[in-house]
């Protein structure tokens, strides 16, 4: 954080916003919780006296995307550490930067686009991600399960990318690329699926966990 955001925050907090619940990204404000910022119109109009030109984004959408990443990686980060996000321009690693910017102030974590050894790697996976490796893994016949990598976090998992496109069109976010998914079997299936079952995709990766986890039970007890 440059010496201008750390003045920006400051006055928000004077303000009386909480600025573990918003994000600053390229002089624009994102509220990830309105209810647990206290961000309220007249505290907006407020900011706006010292700072009239950056933007206010108020989105449920991005309040949707920023709870499901939240609820996500409450046990895949520790206080202080320092993530590495890609700076490849491409959506997916814009949206994770800046939900995970306000956890600078809550876990003091930093960000870098620089990687070292020690650092997390940030995987911008997202739930389209693993429910295709889910299906391919079906049709191919071999056992449904995450292989996650070590010293990574993904904070997508339970995302999808419609709302990530979504977002990133209604906010006018300039981006270079994002993730395109070819025409296959599996995606065939979940388009198939999608259509008769609300919220496969999470049914599914839901499902996955839950055997994940009785696997692991169970080879505790032999």
């Not at 959506?91 to 990687?115: A, C, D, F, Q």
């Not at 997202?126 to 490796?133: E, P």
């Not at 079906?138 to 995302?159: G, S």
């Not at 995606?187 to 692991?216: M, W």
Request: glycine fraction near 2%; proline fraction near 3%.
């Amino acid at each position: 954080m440059n010496s201008e955001e750390k003045i920006i925050i400051k006055k928000l907090n004077k303000i009386g916003v909480d600025t573990r619940f918003i994000s600053l990204y390229e002089n624009e404000i994102y509220i990830n919780n309105l209810k647990f910022s206290k961000f309220s119109r007249k505290k907006e109009d407020e900011f706006h006296e010292y700072y009239p030109n950056i933007k206010v984004k108020r989105s449920k959408l991005f309040q949707k995307i920023c709870i499901k990443v939240s609820r996500t990686i409450k046990t895949q980060i520790e206080p202080r550490q320092t993530l590495y996000i890609e700076n490849d321009g491409s959506i997916e690693n814009i949206l994770l930067y800046i939900v995970l910017e306000p956890y600078k102030r809550k876990y003091g974590i930093k960000i870098t686009n620089e990687y070292e050894k020690n650092h997390i790697k940030v995987n911008n996976d997202c739930l389209d991600d693993f429910t295709i490796k889910y299906i391919d893994l079906m049709t191919n016949a071999e056992q449904i399960t995450d292989k996650l990598e070590e010293k990574n976090i993904y904070p997508l998992t339970h995302v999808p990318h419609t709302w990530i496109l979504d977002w990133a069109t209604t906010n006018n976010i300039k981006y270079i690329k994002n993730k395109k998914y070819e025409k296959t079997i599996s995606t065939e299936i979940i388009e198939f699926l999608e259509q008769h079952i609300p919220n496969v995709q999470e049914s599914i990766k839901q499902s996955v966990n839950y055997l994940d986890k009785n696997n692991q039970q169970n080879m505790g007890k032999e």
